[in-house]
T-cell receptor
Framework: AQRVTQPEKLLSVFKGAPVELKCNYS??????LFWYVQYSRQRLQLLLR??SRESIKGFTADLNKGETSFHLKKPFAQEEDSAMYYC???????????FGTGTRLLVSP | NAGVTQTPKFRVLKTGQSMTLLCAQD?????MYWYRQDPGMGLRLIHY???????AKGEVPDGYNVSRLKKQNFLLGLESAAPSQTSVYFC???????????FGQGTRLTVV
């Protein structure tokens, strides 16, 4: 079965602190992994995807196939990073996205 | 550049009423999806479509029906609304060969 697990509902940090949002997945093949972000009163938007290996807004995520994890990291959190973050999986060869339950990141001044 | 547009943005229904949510995309995408977003449960897939004239059930399809008569539109219908269908509904689309999904702004539906 395809499943994405985000164990933390809320992650609260101070500005300048490092951030790690956890994501674990279960899937028998080689899926694509994504992080989507939803800022207050805005639509969901793609933050990054594992195949691009980019750093977006200072965030990075490394796919660890051995641990089936795709944790999102940022060395120095900013207040504008406060948002809801969803990890998502797309099964191989198909477009359907499976989302985790989301983690709300709150960055305090 | 509209992207994915949902209509309406807000709606209050009485139990037993019916309604249709409209999703329109102008990116010529093959795939379209309807999700519902509930606190603590994230986004759950209701129905999806892999092309014009095709639809399929997602994770939570009961109580909903969909149609994809035109490639650019994906309609979500509630035949007899129930309070359990109070949620925020998101439509999304994606193109062939690119798994990035683009989302609409959401429809907040309350069933009383």
């Amino acid at each position: 079965a395809q499943r994405v697990t985000q164990p933390e509902k809320l992650l609260s940090v101070f500005k300048g602190a490092p951030v790690e949002l956890k994501c674990n997945y279960s899937y028998s093949g080689s899926p694509e992994l994504f992080w989507y972000v939803q800022y207050s009163r805005q639509r969901l938007q793609l933050l990054l995807r594992h195949i691009s290996r980019e750093s977006i807004k200072g965030f990075t995520a490394d796919l660890n196939k051995g641990e089936t994890s795709f944790h999102l990291k940022k060395p120095f959190a900013q207040e504008e990073d406060s948002a809801m973050y969803y990890c998502a999986l797309s099964p191989t060869g198909f477009q359907k996205l499976v989302f985790g339950t989301g983690t709300r990141l709150l960055v305090s001044p | 550049n509209a992207g994915v547009t949902q209509t309406p943005k807000f709606r209050v229904l009485k139990t037993g009423q019916s309604m249709t949510l409209l999703c329109a995309q102008d990116m010529n995408h093959e795939y379209m999806y309807w999700y519902r977003q509930d606190p603590g449960m994230g986004l759950r897939l209701i129905h999806y479509s892999v092309g014009e004239g095709t639809t399929a059930k997602g994770e939570v399809p009961d109580g909903y029906n969909v149609s994809r008569l035109k490639k650019q539109n994906f309609l979500l219908g509630l035949e007899s609304a129930a309070p359990s269908q109070t949620s925020v509904y998101f439509c999304a689309s994606s193109g062939q060969g690119n798994t990035e999904a683009f989302f609409g702004q959401g429809t907040r539906l309350t069933v009383v």
